[in-house]
């Protein structure tokens, strides 16, 4: 089973409008991370925010912030106040607890683009 | 603080040939991990270095080599380059340990294989 399900694929948002990207996931631990990253039309990999799974609290990081649903098993990004230069891939990334290498599982990305 | 540096940044192989990917770090990083992105898909791990003299496999590993040099540096070798490896390779960096503990992200290099 995919261990983190992006659904979709490509998403378009009018400049000023808010925008949710989901984000599914798959882990029998109790003890996770989950990561957003951006992917911009250059090509590197940019955090933008992280919620531990014990995190009473929605992440926010300025414009972004993550709707967690533990019960769910899902994270899905809220961008607000779209800008232009949101337009981008974003991947939804996931660390588990019982990870020996403390490695991070992807998504297949969700390509947002932001019209004028 | 450059941050995490990769060498080349493009490379076009012949199948067959070999070569090895650089990467670099200067944040004093235990971790480090080599990424292959094919087009449309997200990352996909294939080896990684939990701390220097370590290295395991990831999810991807067949096709590849890879040798801690030391701390700051993590290279990753095509000993017979085949087409199935054109792909965009990514090395990333992080300190162990903490869940919420962000990985950062070399440039990229983009390798075709013909």
């Known amino acids: 089973a995919q261990k983190i399900t992006q659904t979709q694929p490509g998403m378009f948002v009018q400049e000023k409008e808010a925008v949710t990207l989901d984000c599914t996931y798959d882990?029998?631990?109790?003890?996770?991370?989950l990561f957003w990253y951006k992917q911009p039309s250059s090509g590197e990999m940019i955090f933008l925010i992280y919620?531990?799974?014990?995190?009473?609290q929605n992440a926010t990081e300025g414009r972004y912030s993550l709707n967690f649903q533990k019960a769910r098993k899902s994270a899905n990004l809220v961008i607000s106040a779209s800008q232009l230069g949101d337009s981008a891939m974003y991947f939804c990334a996931m660390r588990e607890f019982n990870n020996a290498g403390n490695m991070l599982t992807f998504g297949g990305g969700t390509r947002l683009m932001v019209k004028p | 603080n450059a941050g995490v540096t990769q060498t080349p940044k493009f490379q076009v192989l012949k199948t067959g040939q070999s070569m090895t990917l650089q990467c670099a770090q200067d944040?004093?990083?235990?971790?480090m991990y080599w990424y292959r992105q094919d087009p449309g898909m997200g990352l996909r791990l294939i080896y990684y270095?939990?701390?220097?003299?370590?290295?395991d496999k990831g999810e991807v590993p067949n096709g590849y080599n890879v040798s801690r040099l030391n701390k700051r540096e993590f290279s990753l070798r095509l000993e017979s380059a085949a087409p199935s490896q054109t792909s965009v390779y990514f090395c990333a960096s992080s300190e162990p340990g903490g869940l919420g503990n962000e990985q950062f992200f070399g440039p990229g290099t983009r390798l075709t294989v013909l």
């Open positions: 270095s939990a701390s220097e003299g370590t290295t």
């Open positions: 882990t029998s631990d109790q003890s996770y991370g």
């Open positions: 944040m004093n990083h235990n971790s």
């Open positions: 919620q531990g799974s014990y995190d009473e």
